[in-house]
Every structure is written in C-alpha cells, then in structure tokens.
C-alpha cells in the first residue's frame, strides 16, 4: 500500500513540475503597473463595465471589448477588480496563475499522446519559459490568451481521454464552450478534435466521426454568428490588404511562427508591418529551405496511405491554429505578434518532437537520449535567459515602447503610445522623439500604411508642446500653427484625439499669450469649451480662464469657483481663484 501511495505521488509531480515553472518563470512581471497607454486603459483602468454587478456581467454577454466578444475574459477581469481594485499585482498573479495551469495542462497533452513522462515534461516547460509567452502573461489586457489557453487545452485533455475511453466528455464540451468566450480564435477547436480522431482511427468511416463530434462543431456553428453579429456591432470591418501585402502577409506569418516558436528573434512588443524588405525575405527563405528539408526525409520515412494518417492530422491543427492570426485581412495595429503564437507553438513543438523521433536521419538517431536531454535542458535555459532580458523592458509603458523602437521600420503606433506616455508624465523629449517619427513616418504614407495628414498633424503636435514644456514658445507656435492651416474647417484629424486636443487648445492658449494676443487666446478656450468629452472641472476652468482674459473678474471668480468645487485640491484651479479674488478686493468690487 505504501509502495502504490508513493507511485501516485510520483504521477502527480510530473504536472506539477511545468505548473510551478509556469507560475514561477515570469513573477518577476507581477510588480509592473498597468499600461494604460496600450489597452490596459480601456480594458480595467477605464472600463465601467468591469464594476462587478449583475447588470455589467449581462452586459458582456451582449456586448463586444475593442471588437472581440469575449465575455469569460471581461467576467474574469471583473473578479480580479472586486478581488484587487486596481491593485496591479493581483491581475498579474492571476495571469500567472493560469499560464501555469494551461503548462500543466499541455503535459498532460503530451502524455496523452504517448510521450514519456520526462519529455512530455521537457516540453510542457519549454512553451513555458519561451520567451514569446512574456506578451500573453505579463500583459494584463492580454488575460484572453491565458485563459484561452487552460481551457483550450483542457479540453482538448478531456476530449482526448473521453475518446481514448469510447466516451463523450461534458468536460469537453463545457471547455469548448469556455474557450471560445475566452477568444474568439478558439472556434477552430474542433478541427483539432477532427485530426485526433483521423490520426487515431486510421480510415475515413464519416458517420463515426460524426457520433464523436457533432456536439463541438454544433458549438462552432452557434457561436460562429454570436461573435460575428457582435464584433460588427462593435465596429469591426476587416479590410483586405491591397497588392502585394495581402498574399505576402499570412506568407510570412506562416514561416514567422514556425520559426519563431523554436528560435525567438526581434523580440519586440508591437511588431512592424510586413514590408517589402530584407528582413521578410530572409525569414521566408529560411523558411522555404526548413519546409523542403522537413518534406524531403518525411517523403522518404513515410509512404502511401500513411501520409493521409500521420502527416495530415498534424496540418490540420496547424491550420485551425493558424488561420485566426494568419493576416489574412487587417483588423488591428500589426500583422503578427508573440502573443498570436501562444496557442499555435504547442503545435510546432509537437511536429518538432514528433520529427526528432521518427524521421531523423539514422545518423542523427544513433545520438543518445542523455545527450537529447542535456541538448534540450539548454535550450530551456537559453530560452529563460532570453526572457529574464526582454521582460525587463516591461517594467513600464516607456520601457515598453522604447524597446519597440529598436527595429528598423518601427510601427506607427509605436509613436502614438509613446506621445501618449509623454503627455501623460510631461517627458518634452519623450514627447518630441515621438511627434518626430510621426512626422518622419507621414512622408512615407505608402510605405508605412499611414494617413499622411493624421501622422503629421499629431507629430506636429507633440513637437509643439513639448517646444512649449521647455517654455520655447516661439518653436511651439510654429508646429501648432501649423496644425491649424493644415486643417480645413477646424477639422483636425489626429491619431488619440481624448488626451491629445485638449492640450493642443491650451497650449495653443498660452502662445497666443506670450505674444500678447488675448482675442486669439480667447478663440482658442472656445474651441477648447466645445470638446465634448471634457469634464465639467476643466470646461468652467477654461470658462474662468476666458473672462479674465475678457477683464471679467466677476466671471472669472463666479467659474473658478464652481471649478474649485468640483475639483478641490487642484493648485491651478485654487491659485487662479484666489489671485482674481484679490484683484477683485484691489477695485472694491465684491465678489459673490
């Protein structure tokens, strides 16, 4: 009895060991704040609906976040609100926890489909400490991936063992269901069930395969115009790539995430557009020449039916994982991404190992499987170094965006989240590096997939208040200036209009005064007074601002103090109020 305790106990640690690895690996991230500048604003620190009420928990089940549905992801972020507040740790913690789980859950996998307990191990730890997985645990907005991924691969888990079994799993089904109002891309689950199934029964018998599976696809179909209808709703448009992005696209994704997955390279949180350029061409060669060898000693190794048996369920999967994130259309900011290869590298990791095992040359087989273990142990640790680099660089947005930079083409949107951390801390360097590059960028528009007049006019802004935080009033007014006689009609198209107008108005507002010209300072607190999306705080401070420029004391007393109310504890509310209240006492003019 002791001996089979002891046997039980053993079974158990092998999970366990790319559990704690998992939760471990990345904990360091647990102490970063929020980016407030990249989602994580919209998705916590702003979000009313992530208040916990039963009303916000029926809100996401009708509602989409940023054009995704995913209500399991938005319930999840609620929890850790009421847990945590908007207390960053705790929402790091629960990332964390859940990559754990998914590692454990994908030895599991590995277990299932015949791999010895060590190696199994070995690579459930390797997708955990690759440091592509930085993105989808320390990125707290990226709680979809995560969570995607424990329920993903439980129920593939269950799915596999029910089927192993002549049963069907509710686990299963339940885990489907879970997965895909984690993330959309789940959908295609099934498909990896199909290939299971193909690989394990070895003939094409449809109607059995129907029994098996009819409940996961009848999920897919249901939740198929759920999410479509909602994601249109919210405002998701796909628009097709013009020529020749858009076969060149999901061509280069395609050899990027195979290769990536086991050889990470340009780490780089918001990765550039495909573009025509050296380095696409040089990932697509090596690409091509690690598919011909691969297709050269599996023709060779495997012949006939067997290719349809053995070779074909593997594309599957690699299919239903990678159409989702292939680029096939642009919906976002990028066209591939590391937190897109968290559920497609399990895969790849498998097609490697499965290769290693089977097809490699006989003289590559004769090495020993010590010598495999210690080969793989070290790039385990290799992989671990690298990520104890780059998470460094996620200690803050302008760590963030600042490692982002360091590419060749870097993203446009790299400059807009940089001016925003800039505007957000007063950094007049920060802010003038970024409206550079914007203006930089505007005058390649066709090259970078930008609208020309947007880049420039919010690089051209940046530059101007930055110019104005060093108090070079002159250098300001010029690119703000600029903005203005760019923009016909006062219509002024600029990239994060809610935290970048309102200073333009202002700032403009001050030039105008260093040059001694209230009535053009005056037109600028009009424009200022008509955004709509300002507080009541800033409209009667600007209210205020306007009728002491008109020398009306009264007025300007009457609005700083509705302002001060609103707003107690703001020094520049309260210093204005009281010098116009002095002013006032000076022309025996009582104030109300």
Known sequence: MENNRIKINKKWLWPLIPGIIGFLVFIS??????????????????????????????????????????????????????????????????NMLLHGIASAL????????????????????????????????????????????????????????????????????????????????????????????????????????????WPYFLLAVIFYPVFSYLSAKGGFVPKWDSWPRMPLVPFFNFFWYLITAIAPFELNPIYPRVYLDAKTWIVIAIGIMVIAGALFQT????????????????????????????????????????????????????????????????????????????LTILVGIGYFAVSMEYIFDWRGSKTLFLRALRTEHPNPK?????????????????????????????????????????????????????????????????????VMTASPNKKIRIYTPKILLPRYWLVLTDCYLQQRNPKAAINCLRHYQAIKWLSPADIYFAKGLQAYLSRDLKGAVTAWSEAARLKPGDTRINYNLQRAKDLLKKKNMPSR
């Open 29 to 94: 991230g647990a102490a970063y704040p929020f980016y407030p500048e990249w989602d994580d604003g919209n998705f916590v620190l702003n979000n009313e609906h992530l208040l916990p009420s039963w009303s916000n928990v029926i809100y996401w089940l009708t509602h989409d976040m940023q054009t995704l549905y995913t209500p399991l992801t938005m319930w999840s972020l609620m929890l850790d609100r009421l847990l945590f507040g908007l207390d960053h740790t705790g929402y790091h913690l629960h």
């Open 106 to 213: 994908l030895y599991g996998i590995f277990r299932q489909l015949k791999f010895e307990n060590r190696w199994a191990c070995l690579a459930a730890v390797l997708w955990a400490v690759h440091p592509q997985r930085i993105e989808s645990v320390v990125w707290i907005t990226e709680r979809k991936d995560v969570l995607a991924g424990v329920f993903s691969f439980a129920a593939l888990l269950l799915f596999m063992r029910g089927y192993d079994r002549k049963k069907i799993s509710f686990g299963a089904i339940i885990c489907t269901l879970l997965a895909m109002g984690a993330k959309p891309s789940s959908i295609l689950l099934p498909g990896i069930m199909l290939a299971y199934v193909l690989y394990q029964r070895q003939d094409l018998k449809l109607k059995k395969y129907l029994r098996v599976l």
């Open 299 to 374: 023709t060779r190794k495997i012949k006939g039916k067997q290719w349809l048996f053995d070779v074909v369920p593997l594309l599957i999967c690699w299919a239903c994982l990678f159409l989702p994130v292939a680029g096939l259309f642009r919906f976002n900011n990028t066209d591939y991404s590391d937190r897109y290869n968290y559920l497609l590298s399990p895969i790849i990791i498998l097609i490697v190992a499965l290769f290693i095992k089977f097809l490699l040359p006989e003289q590559c087989r004769k090495i020993t499987p010590k010598a495999f273990m210690v």
């Open 414 to 482: 790299v400059f807009v989240a940089l001016g925003e951390v800039a505007l957000n801390t007063n950094d007049a360097n920060l802010m003038q590096q970024a409206g550079y590059g914007l203006i930089q960028i505007s005058r390649k528009k066709d090259f970078y997939l930008v609208d020309s007049q947007t880049s420039a006019n919010t690089g051209a802004m940046l530059m101007g208040i930055g110019y104005a935080l060093k108090s070079e009033y002159k250098k300001s007014f010029l690119f703000l200036e600029h």
